[in-house]
T-cell receptor, first 114, second 112 residues
Framework: DSGVTQTPKHLITATGQRVTLRCSPR?????VYWYQQSLDQGLQFLIQ???????AKGNILERFSAQQFPDLHSELNLSSLELGDSALYFC?????????????FGPGTRLTVL | SQQGEEDPQALSIQEGENATMNCSYK?????LQWYRQNSGRGLVHLIL?????REKHSGRLRVTLDTSKKSSSLLITASRAADTASYFC????????????FGQGTRLTINP
């Protein structure tokens, strides 16, 4: 158990819909990263938050957005869903002040868009 | 592509044998990490090697890093059926909070 929690575990929805994925980092970790894992693209970095502020963006679509709240949990919002958005979405957290970038991953949310 | 390569893409061996997976990357790195993923489940952190280290051990795992060749290898000794999983290398490019870039992964199957 990494100490990172994600809900829900599975999500099945239809094209055009909007969903919210939730992540709670390990206690004390300030950084949250979101990654997408799909069969064709592999594991791709989406976005990073540090202590409530956006720190870096990767291959995140404009239809996707995220935020980190004062209690440090984070939410990834996916809207106008398309079939190609079906994937595993992971969040990872990282401790404060570390130079090692050792990230601990949650169990993931499997999103299926029908 | 920013991502590197892992080879082999798939590896099938008998229980008790050693498994070696290789990872190549394209940029200068701060450190390199290896993760295991069981059948579409979460990523489990295995080991981290810093850019100034050449070899690191953890139990049955041995990781090497050759920054001149921009490559790393993961050796699993005395493999067990429970080692069946996908293995990913991932690296970060500078100190401080930074995204990880992942290799494509090696699918390891241990046959009993």
């Amino acid at each position: 158990d990494s100490g990172v929690t994600q809900t829900p575990k599975h999500l099945i929805t239809a094209t055009g819909q909007r969903v919210t994925l939730r992540c709670s980092p390990r206690s004390g970790d300030l950084s949250v990263y979101w990654y997408q894992q799909s069969l064709d693209q592999g594991l791709q970095f989406l976005i990073q938050y540090y202590n409530g502020e956006e720190r870096a963006k990767g291959n995140i679509l404009e239809r996707f957005s995220a935020q980190q709240f004062p209690d440090l949990h984070s939410e990834l919002n996916l809207s106008s869903l398309e079939l190609g958005d079906s994937a595993l979405y992971f969040c990872a957290s990282e401790g404060p002040g570390t130079a090692l970038n050792e990230q601990f991953f949650g169990p993931g949310t499997r999103l299926t868009v029908l | 592509s920013q991502q590197g390569e892992e080879d082999p893409q798939a590896l099938s061996i008998q229980e008790g044998e050693n498994a070696t997976m290789n990872c190549s990357y394209k940029t200068s790195i701060n450190n390199l990490q290896w993760y295991r993923q069981n059948s579409g489940r979460g990523l489990v952190h295995l080991i981290l090697i810093r850019s100034n280290e050449r070899e690191k051990h953890s139990g049955r795992l041995r990781v090497t890093l050759d920054t001149s060749k921009k490559s790393s290898s993961l050796l699993i000794t005395a493999s067990r059926a429970a080692d069946t999983a996908s293995y990913f290398c991932a690296w970060s490019t500078f100190q401080g909070a930074q995204k990880l870039v992942f290799g494509q992964g090696t699918r390891l199957t241990i046959n009993p």
